[in-house]
């Protein structure tokens, strides 16, 4: 074998989810895709606001001169000033077209900034559970990837966190709301967070950076608050995207935005798009950068989310799965009836019902459901749920 | 300082290019922009084909739900099937979706295929001069760059490439037509390469990859050909992209296609996926991909390179530079009259002429001029060409 060992183990690793989402597309094939229950991806549910079409049309008839061309590797100025106006008021900090950096979506965000940061063997660490990708994010630039232990309720476990942190920790990286539990971090968290790596920083004599990948910031319930980590911690950065505030995934949109505190601010904000250019990603893409200006404080409509969300609670709390109730994202990230997720999950599997084992995600025991699909996708796959948690219950999967 | 030690390096390193490029910008405006000759950038001159934007309001009417959701992180399968087509007669060998992986740029394809194939310290070859980021691209992913020198007039030095392989050596990286130079490999020379790889290959019992960057394909003059490296050589992967062939470097689209005959075909090519996914990619921007089908084998107007190549260069020769002509891309590489081409740059900058030294490009010695710019650029600039040409000459720099 010629490739590299470590793709190669990826692979290998990864090879049952792909072979689960291949015995999807088989059961779609076999049953039609209306009697199966897919529950898998995390791809939007709303079509984009009708903005974002009027919007494009407005720049093709412009037509300006060099609209599909190469402009500075942060972005063009005009959108991050825009950005930089809309988000000082969102993070309650002071920020400049300078602290933004536009990115092809979060996932080039967090690979930007863990590119600038990490020297080889850095450790970077997460609260379980975590989006799947981060271990591969870290690794990828020669970072070490820790998890720590949550509290009940995906609560942030302050002390495994302390304890976990070693003179290699550059980075503190959380999610909130988070993918696949819906937990958002409440202040006194991000607080009591912020004190703590202020505490750690001064006494190794250099910062150790918070960084919030948070896609799903527009997509809350119940009046919840997502406080802002830049208000918060001098030495943290946020990574983010459009694709779920418009539902545009697929256009890989998003941004950086770097605290005004950062204390190698300089340096960093340059290091930081350096590295956007130097992976390859040269620049956001074009003609989304250009129209964003004119969508900021523009969100689908996040109530499609909230009944979709208490359909499925409410369906699966009357059968008796335990769950805590998500705050924000659209995932549902329940207590696997039988401790063997990936066999439950098998189980519903058997039923149609296509969700996500939690080991992935760093958390055995428990699995996804991401209801960002039809309500009837919920509610025809509720007798599926039902038959399969009893006879997990019964003894008899 | 606590960001990574190799970006704090990257950024003193490349600060005297950016001192460069912000001296440009107090340049234009001092002297307003029509009398700064910026020849620095490579961003297309035409503008796209009018097809572009036809395609584009298309699909806004069309409406398609989901559009802008995510897809396969290959790609459409829809848009993998038309460039399989379309690239099997382009190339010279049968090729399927499964060959294509759509990427952000040709940037984006390098990194997913170095991300994919190289373990630590393996090797990168690439003859000089070379493209400015490939050193980067290849630590990016744990692998050592090392370049190799070129005969006369830019052709591929076999036997100091055979010199330069080793045991680590994973791949050899190719660009033709070539950024800086223009420089074309002819058919015979890519034969005595493909047969030099396979008996290195051999002796290995591993393949070394042949990887051939080529978004400039189709910006080439004279009838020139540009050989297949995937009909020449089994182990073999091209990286481009649309940016050149339809003036949209801004969008970042472009696409990996695998050779058939890949030693390790399925795990490559599901290694190359994962390595889009895992780098934060993604997949390639979903606009752009919906409308490549239609847009395969349109171009901009190559006479309009055409033409401004020989302006440069009746311009230049008639002054007594000396270069090689370029036989494709849309730059000239002339030797310094200086032995120190970054004075010699410096010069032409005192007369408001923006170049790029060569040795970014692994060729101390040579200046990069990007004729992708107005006819009147490239002729007013010829007065400050020659005064400075002739102060050279005359010892008076």
Redesign the interface.
Known sequence: ????????E??AK?SWIRRMFEDGIRLKEQYGSENVFDFT????FP??PEK??VL??KE?ID?K???????PNAGYVETRQALAAHLSDVYGVPLTSSHIVMT??A?????VIL?????PQ?EVIAPVPFFV?YQ??TE???GVFKSVASESHFALNLPALEQAITPKT?AVLINSPNNPSGKVYERETIDALATLLKARSTAYG??I?LISDEPYRDIVYDGTEVPSILAAYP?SLVATSFSKTL??????IGYIAASPGL??GT??L??LV??N?????????????RIIPALLGVTVDIDIYKRKRDLLCDGLAAIGYEFTKPMGAFYLFPESPLEDEVAFVRALQAKNILTVPGRGFGAPGFFRIAYCVADETIMNAMPGFEEVFKKAKAGRL
């Open positions: 074998m010629s490739i590299a060992k470590k793709i190669e990826s692979i990864s991806l995390g791809n939007p079509e984009p974002l079409h494009i049309q093709i037509n001169p060099g609209m599909h061309g190469y402009m092809c979506g996932g080039g965000a967090l690979n590119k600038t940061l990490l020297d850095d990708e591969a994010y990828n630039h020669g550059k250099r910062p950076y030495d539902s545009i995934p697929g256009e890989r204390a190698d340096i960093a340059e290091g350096l590295s250019r130097i992976l390859g990603y040269v620049n956001a893409p074009a003609l989304m950068q």
